[in-house]
């Protein structure tokens, strides 16, 4: 057994060693888009389209709505708000605040049907705005931008000039998400931190990498590349829409930008629980794994491998050590101290890669030693999405 467990711990070892080394460095929260100085402007700005699917974001919508009609975009563009059958006087809010900015031209509220058969919430809401905006404006892009997320001034400015200067099909922000609560400090930044190794972002950005991924609460769409891929059709049962959508664009062989936001791009959303964060987890947990026992199985090995064996494996070497320098056992061979060798190892190669996450959120250095907490946590958020789906308890878009 105790040699058993040294494998286990050389393997937590080697797990956090090929992160490290990864080619794609996906741990250290690169590239941020706001850093980059602002790309030369176009010739000419082109049309542009904002779709905001909203649900009962009566509460969001005077956070940022504002915002979005205030863009310092020198070109022509409208917002639309897919009001998507609203409890909470939703579309009256967006008029309203259309008036009080003095930006009455700049918004339409698209007010959203039922919902189709083979349809997931959000998407449909993305297709009846589309529809909308190609069928008046017929604009360049689509910025698809959830009711939660505050833009800068600028932001539609940059996306644009990026595109247009990189030939981009799709250019996406991952909105800097809110990390106050005990709750947030614990789980954002990990959350942030797995989404960049399930999609290092550097092969994303890789036309030549077949790793396609966005987030959704930013992304600006070419509507060339969307009507090729057939609309929003393309991912109307998608729960997970934004990687999806990714995807579809990708195997047209065009390029795509995916970056975090420090600054320009925030998400206000607020989790001041750990079981808030865990109802969102849960959501789509088992959905990214494929619906797989088997993918589920080989996900909760490797997140014991990786956050439960380094812990456990140090402390059992320290007191193994302290026992034997005590004289409390007989066996003081060399084998059982690599319990405590490979667990500090993996320990401390876990905390390197981590670090970067911790100071991007502007956390102490000393949350780096909280991620096999996180881990197991999300672990757990992971199984519960997989007995959830069996028992038929899943969550919809804006479900609470």
Known sequence: MVVLGVLLGFASLLIWLGIWLHPARPWDFQPVGDDEPMPSPPTEWPDVCILVPARNERDSLPHTLPALLRQDYPGSFLVIVIDDRSQDGTAKIARALAHETAAVERLHVVQGKDLPAGWVGKVWALEQGATFALSTRHPKYLLLTDADIRHAPGSLRRLVSESEQRQLALNSRMARLRCVSHAERLLVPPFVFFFNLLYP??????????VAAAAGGCVLLATEALMRAGGFACIRDRIIDDVSLARCIKTQEVPLQLALSRTEVESLRVYDSIASLWIMVRRTAFTELRYSWVRLAGVVLGLLLMFFVPPLWLMMGMVWSMMAASGGIADVSSTPMLLGVTGLGAWLLMARVYQPAVRFFGLSVYWVWTLPLAGLLYGAMTVDS?????????IGWRDR
């Open 201 to 210: 972002m550097r092969q994303v950005n890789d036309r030549r990498s077949g």
């Open 386 to 394: 997989a007995f959830r789906h069996v028992s038929g308890m899943r």
